[in-house]
Structures are given as C-alpha cells and as structure tokens.
C-alpha cells in the first residue's frame, strides 16, 4: 500500500514514540489499550484514529485495513492487497474450518468460553464464527459504552450470548466454567486459575504476545496462526488428563451444583 508503519508500543524506541504525533491515523490492534493513547494523540497533535474492527479474522483485517485506507487515501490498493491476501490465507482459514467439524459430537460445535477484554470481546467472536466455533459466553475484563453499537451488530451476527464483566476470581470460574462446560476455555495472566484443573477442559492463554509468527494473532497470518494453535489444543490434551486426573476438585461439590457464580455476593446484599 505504500505506507510505513510505526509499531508501538511492544519494542518500540524513543524515536518510534517521538515520530506519533506524525502518523496519518492511529490503527488499534486492541481497542481496549489503544483508546487512552489514540484520543491523547488526536487531542495534542490531531491525529485521527479508529477503535474499530482490530485486525482479528478475516473479515475484521478486511476492514481495519480499509478503514486506514479512508484516511491515507489508499482505497484502491487496499482492495488490490484484500484481494492478493485472500487467495493466500481463506483456503488455509476453511481447512482450520473443516477439521473443526471433525471435531464436533452429535453435530454440535465446539463450544469455546473467551475471557477477553472489550476490544477483544468485539472481534474474537466473529472470528470464532469464521471457524465454526460456537461461544456460548464470554468474559471481559471491562464493559462501557466504548463499543456498545459494534456489540449489538456482534449478537446480529453469531446470535445471543452471556456476558460477564470482571468475573476473574478463580471461584467465579470454576463455577461459570462447570455451568457452561466448553470444550476450550481462554484466559488472562492476571486470573484465578485452579478452575482449569476441573472437568478436563482445554485451557489455552488468550492473549500469547510473545513475537513470533507462530504466535501471532492479528492480520490474516495471525487468523491462520491462532486458529491452528486453537486446533492444536485438542490433538494433545494429555497436561488437561493429568492434572484432572493427579489433582482434586477445588472445591467443594455444592459450589459447583448450584448455579450463581456471585452466590456469595448476594447473600452479602441481602443481609444489609
């Protein structure tokens, strides 16, 4: 497209960070940590910026990358450079597609619970919809009125869901994770994490930012790379059998029995 991109802010200089107030237009790859930067660069400099789609997915990158051309003047390369990354990375995208029907007992998808934060929220979804995943839940990190319109058009697209904000104490989990039973589960660094040990249930991190392409999870590349290692979660599940196995249940058998993950929340309330 003949643009030059500055990367920031994982292994950025000093200089990348003084050349910000130059760009054409802040892109996020998450919504939810590009906001505070974007809006100061728009307010101090004039930068303009958008928050959404990231760059998650096919159809997602489809549209970041034309949103960018709207404000570099770039629509018809972009359509050109659409057309070229298609060819090479949508066969690769139905085949992750096809082995996930595989996967599937008594024709149902495979259910994956997203721990994410709003950004994420608003394009895994529809990534998980491009592969053939069904996501009976998700839990944020944090919920306002950032994309609250994007959210609307999401339950359009991949039907209703639950949505659960902050819900990270290890106990909430093991209780929603039990209620939900998902095949896969997705999770922070910053989670309580014993609920993994319950029920044999895959349990990947969420966010994997570590630089390397088998890692990566934005762009096409990183569509095709993230649905592989969600694959891959399921060809090897001998870490989730041992701990099931080696381990005891985190707690005890009512708190998984009955159905409020804020059980003890309400019982405070009622008691003021």
Sequence with gaps: MGLRVNFIPEFATVEDFE???EAAVTAPICPT?????????????????????????ISNTDEWLRQIAKFTGKEEEVEKLIEEEHKRWVPQIERIKEEFKKLRVNGEKTKI???????RLVSQLPYFDELGLQSPAAMAQDFDNLLIDELEEIIEQVGDFDLMVNTFQAAEQANITQQLNPDLALTCPFQGGSWERDNNITRIHS??????????????????????????????????????????RSYKDWWYEQPDPLYYLEKEEKGK
């Design 19 to 21: 050349q910000l107030g």
């Design 207 to 248: 966010l994997r930012g570590d630089a390397d392409p088998w890692s990566a999870q934005s762009g096409y590349a990183g569509a095709v790379a993230f649905g592989d290692f969600l694959l891959q979660s399921f060809k090897n599940r001998s870490y989730q059998k041992v701990l099931s196995e080696k381990t005891e």
């Design 113 to 119: 619970l997203g721990s994410l934060g709003q950004g």
């Design 33 to 57: 940590y590009t906001d505070y930067l974007s809006r100061g660069l728009k307010e101090e400099y004039g930068v303009p910026f958008f928050l959404y789609p990231p760059p998650t997915g």
